[in-house]
């Protein structure tokens, strides 16, 4: 049985024991490489995936997929800055990868860099118009810059593609509020406790749905069930406003 075969039902030592005779047969195998550093990411062994991946580029540098998996290790291990330039050097090659500028978008936005991470979701969703991920990382990334009516248009595009796709409803229902559309902002803020009952924020926000639509007691309730759920600002709110 081969590595991959062995990779295939779930014998990841035997695998890596395969590819690491390869290896020792040619050191100058990237194939073997690789295919052992996919292990190695598999099996949440990402310092060795990462090892793996940078010994197959030194052979076969201008191999698009070694900077692309070595990238998803290094962002696995937090080291976005050295994933961002690995899946820079990936669509130098190939320019046309969805997956490489949304896992780039992702890691901008793990930095702090919103406005990046809003171009990369943008070039990833030209080339796959249907990824809600992207369309809802986009959302979250122009809620930092302010956006919020771009915001609303990416959870909605969201919605589009996943209508129970709770995170994005959370979102939506927030940015509702900050319009001060409360009927809207309960609506969102229901669906997502129905798909997800233990969503904390989602009764949060419910809360003040109710209580500016005049349900003090309702918003009151959910601000103690937000509480309940481990939604700690939701203090303030409650010595202000319930007795």
């Not at 040619?26 to 292990?39: D, S």
């Amino acid at each position: 049985m081969s590595g991959k075969s062995k990779s295939d039902v779930g014998n990841y030592s035997g695998a890596i024991s395969d590819y690491s005779r390869a290896i020792q047969l040619n050191p100058q195998n990237a194939i073997a490489y690789y295919n052992r550093g996919c292990v190695q990411a598999m099996t949440n062994q990402h310092s060795k995936a990462v090892s793996d991946f940078s010994a197959a580029i030194q052979i076969e540098p201008n191999t698009s997929a070694l900077y692309y998996n070595r990238a998803l290790s290094r962002m696995e291990l937090q080291d976005y800055g050295n994933a961002i330039g690995d899946l820079t050097v990936t669509l130098d090659i190939e320019p046309i990868f969805a997956e490489a500028y949304f896992s780039r978008g992702l890691a901008k936005s793990k930095i702090g860099n919103p406005d990046g991470a809003i171009m990369d979701f943008e070039k990833t969703l030209i080339y796959k118009p249907s990824h809600e991920q992207a369309h809802f990382l986009k959302g979250l990334s122009e809620i930092e810059i302010g956006s919020y009516q771009a915001a609303f248009n990416s959870f909605t595009r969201t919605l589009d593609f996943n209508k129970n796709h709770a995170e994005a409803l959370l979102n939506r229902s927030g940015i509702h509020l900050k319009l001060k559309q409360f009927d809207a902002a309960l609506n969102d803020a229901n669906r997502a406790i129905t798909i997800n009952p233990n969503a904390g924020h989602a009764y949060f926000n419910r809360g003040f749905a109710k209580y500016n639509l005049g349900d003090d007691s309702g918003g009151c309730a959910d601000w103690r069930t937000a509480l309940r759920l481990g939604v700690t600002q939701v203090n303030q709110y409650m010595n202000q406003y319930c007795e």
